[in-house]
């Protein structure tokens, strides 16, 4: 990781892999080209990098020049574009390549093609080392791409924040901590665990990922990933863990302004705790804590034995089908316990007493996460 004045940058792209990228752009640009003697021009600041690496790459003549524009203040794109130094020499009837380090609203480009609206060049291509394509707004044709980036500022190859990290050889991407209270929260069945959720939901502002209800959401709503899902279902083949990880994705991202989530149902393997490990990370955020309810065995049964008699629920009315949910569910949750544990993540909370009582251990637990 490194820090540039505020703002904190982690590893994203390699050197090895923008020379790829780059020799595959010489490569392709000249194939184009034919026998034409281009020019290529490049925007700067950012792009003096990409020009010389792809100067030295060009297996045939060419003429290399600049113009020089500005837009960015900071990490935000600007739609005020100013134009610092122009075309310097006659383009009429050449063929023109644009060299950008990046595009990312396509202002900039906007700028580029009312600068060439009056030249008669023979052809005007745009390449770019970088380009956003959530970010990008214009319509104008991008002939060449050396890398599609998701949306998020980066710097190094040329790129700046605020002037620093230009210099850098290999690309780094800004790492927005967000410091999130993440929770996994655990129970046997009988140990209040929906009531906790309610009230850790409210107390701190987080949103509740059951995994059972964004799967009925899913497949109510017909939505891509809840057809691919029941697709499973139907043939009574277990939803592969992508395809759930996927439908947990959208509901964090539904939820960007979040202060944390709670991952209730979820998840049951350590395949799947490392996807969502991987999940989080890429939102540069991470687990906080397995929160376990811990209940002694005798004390779950008598309370479900004694909540079947007014709910109605079938599954909680035979001691026998009790312990049996009971053993599985230690059966299962053993292997996240140990996960956890690994990282110390591991909370097992008392859960015998009043929901007061509960409420005030678990709190205890997350106000020193
Ligand atoms: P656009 O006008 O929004 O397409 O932005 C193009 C210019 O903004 C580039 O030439 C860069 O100077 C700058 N820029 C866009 N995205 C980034 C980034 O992620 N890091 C650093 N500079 C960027
Ligand atoms: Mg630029």
Redesign the pocket.
């Known amino acids: 990781m490194i820090k540039l004045h505020d703002k904190y940058f982690k590893p994203f792209i390699s050197s090895q892999e923008i020379d790829a990228a780059m020799q595959r752009l010489a490569t392709d640009i000249a194939n184009d080209v034919g026998d034409e003697i281009p020019v290529f021009v490049g925007?700067l600041?950012?792009?003096f990098m990409v020009v010389s690496d792809f100067a030295k790459k060009y297996p045939k003549p060419c003429e290399v020049t600049f113009i020089k524009l500005a837009?960015?203040e900071g990490?935000k794109?600007t739609e005020d574009?100013q134009r610092l130094i122009g075309l310097t020499q006659d383009l009429t009837g050449r063929t023109v390549v644009i060299l950008?380090?990046?595009?990312?609203?396509?202002?900039?480009?906007a700028e580029v093609h009312r600068i060439f609206e009056n030249e008669q060049v023979k052809s005007l291509k745009i390449a770019t080392l970088f380009y956003?394509p959530e970010?990008y707004k214009k319509d104008f044709k991008l002939h060449y791409i050396g890398i599609e980036i998701p949306n998020?500022?980066?710097?190094g190859y040329g790129?700046?924040?605020n002037g620093l990290g230009r210099n850098i050889p290999e690309v780094y991407q800004i790492k927005e901590t967000q410091y999130m209270t993440n929770l996994v929260l655990f129970g046997p069945p009988g140990a209040g665990k929906g009531t906790q959720a309610e009230f850790l939901k409210t107390k701190y502002n987080l949103v509740h990922i059951s995994t059972g209800d964004v799967f009925r959401f899913n497949i109510k709503n017909e939505t891509a990933l809840g057809m691919l899902a029941k697709s499973y279902m139907d043939k009574g083949e277990l939803v592969p863990d992508q395809v759930t990880i996927d439908m947990l994705n959208a509901e964090v991202e539904k939820n960007s302004g979040a202060k944390g989530f709670i991952f209730d149902g979820f998840p049951r393997t350590n395949a799947q705790a490392e996807s969502l490990d991987k999940l989080l990370e890429s939102k540069d955020s991470a687990i906080s804590a397995m929160v376990a309810l811990e209940v002694d065995d005798e004390i779950l049964v008598k309370r479900l034995l004694s909540r079947g008699k007014t709910s109605g629920r079938v599954d909680d009315a035979d001691e026998s089908i009790i312990r049996n949910r009971i053993k599985e569910y230690y059966d299962k949750t053993a292997i996240l316990k140990d996960y956890y544990s690994a990282q110390n993540k591991y909370y097992g909370v008392d859960g015998v007493g009043s929901i007061d009582e509960i409420t005030l251990r678990l709190d205890a637990v997350i106000k020193n996460l």
């Open positions: 925007i600041n950012g792009s837009s960015y990490v794109s574009i950008e380090d990046i595009i990312d609203t396509g202002n900039t480009l956003k970010a998020k500022f980066i710097v790129l700046d924040y």
